[in-house]
């Protein structure tokens, strides 16, 4: 790492020079438990004498982790416990694990990594505490948030007032202390009352090897610490949307296949529910999802050219759809995935089997010696190119979602993989199914119970977009909508000329 983005911790009673942050920065990425930063029997290697002092109270995983990490980042550790010598063995070698009120004797940042409900054991230690920084990594569980009106942090505050509390490090997994930082977890939210204390917290941070985010007072403690209770808080609405897609169609298959075969003929096919009717269900919700994925564009360009201005906001529902658009599109990949999985093993089943020997003794029968029908045949044979097409671009899609992925391309390259190329998934998709629909709905046979086939239904969606779509390459509304992504405003004061290259303003950032 280049001396300029190394930090530099000033402590009042431990000075670091920049010399020692450029000799440790260099392996944060890397997991601490590398063959070179351990010792004989297991511990970390020592570090230098002169290095800033941190403390550390409390002697549990997260403590332990946390000396680990501290240690290999180039500081001097001391672990206040109340029984030190039986917790000694668990720390590097290189922490120095003592009663707690030695503990807090010298350093100035000491982070408090115990339970709420031990907090008030730490009272005898009032007058020793006063003036430093106390660095709360707790986290309630969901009862204890529910329970208590003020955060851990803001408890803390009110329990030693002489010292100034920051709240950080409570979404960081002492695994994640211990393997190092990726890029999914590097951000590190904090915040307190104390501009100088979150800064000096702030360069622990950074030569930790992750990114402080101030999230501003400590008032606001409570919602950091309401941050690991959330269970993919972005994925509620696109999973209850996706189950409830799948319900749907998966309901309208079983009366088309199954109920209508048993009322009308007295046939029993139930034996379809485990793979032939979820099969035929999940490329449904898979290609609806993945139009859902791109119809709130077409409706935000729409509102853009009525409003004339791209300065108002969208309604709140239309923000959140636009929000959630990534969630939907990984939901669509999972199901088209599956189909195609359900699909490798259909001709594995005994159905599969005893339908080919039924098909093979009723063309003994009628005396046929070849069954051929061309029109069958290239159907088919084009239904399933478009289909692994179809999965192959919806699988890139998928991968640069990914973060590691994502952030190694610019945003033109991204722009152009989310947006052309899932257009393109979109128009193969809706290729693949007219194919696999072809002729029926143009046949009274396959309106079952005066139900359309399945395939009907999905298409409109997607042919709502992809008619949008085309509509919007029409001049007189791209170089409106060009004009108003650049500023423009109807009855404004911003009204300038397009650029005479036309291409050129349709590869600016819609922004």
């Known amino acids: 790492m280049p001396m300029s983005q190394n930090p530099r911790i000033e402590f009042t009673r431990s000075p670091w020079t920049l010399t020692q942050a450029t000799k440790m920065s260099g392996e944060m990425d890397k997991p601490l438990i590398s063959r070179h930063l351990l010792d004989s029997d297991g511990s970390l290697a020592e570090v230098p004498s002169e290095a800033p002092k941190v403390g550390i109270l409390g002697s549990g995983d997260f403590a332990r982790s946390l000396a680990a990490r501290l240690v290999s980042s180039g500081f001097s550790v001391v672990v206040g416990s109340r029984n030190p010598k039986r917790t000694a063995g668990l720390f590097p070698s290189a922490a120095q694990v003592t009663f707690q009120a030695d503990a807090v004797e010298s350093p100035d940042v000491i982070f408090v990594a115990m ?93 930790m090897g992750f990114m402080p985010v101030d999230m501003g007072s400590l008032a606001s403690a409570r919602e950091v610490e309401a941050m690991p209770l959330r269970l993919l808080p972005g994925w509620k609405v696109p999973a209850l949307l996706a189950l409830g897609l799948f ?57 853009q ?13 239309l923000d959140h759809w636009l929000q959630h658009r990534k969630q939907l599109g990984l939901l669509s990949f999972l199901c088209a995935a599956l189909h195609a999985l359900y699909s490798f093993c259909l001709p594995l089943g005994r159905v599969n089997r005893y339908e080919v020997v039924n098909l093979a003794i009723k063309q003994v029968l009628a005396n046929k010696s070849h069954l ?36 190694s391309l610019n945003w033109r390259e991204f722009s152009f993989v989310q947006s052309t190329l899932g257009f393109v998934a979109l128009v193969l998709s809706t290729l693949h199914t007219l194919t696999y629909g072809w002729t029926r709905a143009f046949e009274d046979s396959h309106y079952k119970f005066y139900l359309p086939p399945t395939f009907t239904l999905t298409l409109l969606v997607p042919c709502v977009v992809i008619l949008a779509k085309a509509l919007f390459l029409l001049p007189c509304f791209s170089r409106r909508l060009s004009r108003i992504r650049r500023g423009w405003e109807k009855d404004g004061a911003a009204k300038f000329m397009l650029p005479m290259d036309h291409a050129l303003a349709q590869k600016t950032s819609h922004v």
């Open 305 to 317: 050219l009525r409003r004339g201005t791209k300065y108002r906001r969208f309604p709140d529902w």
């Open 247 to 303: 319900t749907f169609f998966y309901v309208y298959n079983f009366i088309r296949d199954v109920l209508q075969p048993y009322v009308r003929e007295g046939k029993s096919k139930f034996y379809k529910l485990p793979v032939s009717v979820v099969n035929t269900t999940l490329p449904c919700v898979a290609y609806v999802l993945l139009s859902l994925v791109y119809l709130p564009g077409v409706l935000a360009a729409a509102l």
């Open 115 to 207: 339970f709420r409900e031990h907090y008030s054991s730490l009272c005898g230690l009032s007058d020793q505490l006063a003036g430093k920084i106390l660095v709360d990594v707790s986290n309630p569980t969901e009862q204890e948030h529910l329970r208590h009106h003020e955060s851990n942090a803001e408890y803390l505050a009110s329990l030693f007032p002489t010292c100034t509390v920051v709240k950080a490090f409570n979404v960081i997994s002492a695994w994640t202390l211990q393997s190092g930082p990726r890029d999914g977890n590097r951000q590190v939210p904090m915040c307190s009352d104390q501009p100088e204390a979150k800064r000096a917290v702030s360069e622990v941070v950074r030569a």
């Open 372 to 407: 051929w029908i061309e029109e069958e045949v290239w159907r088919m044979e084009i239904y399933l190119s478009l289909g692994v097409l179809a999965l192959g671009t919806l699988s890139l899609l998928a991968v640069t979602s990914l973060p590691s992925i994502a952030n």
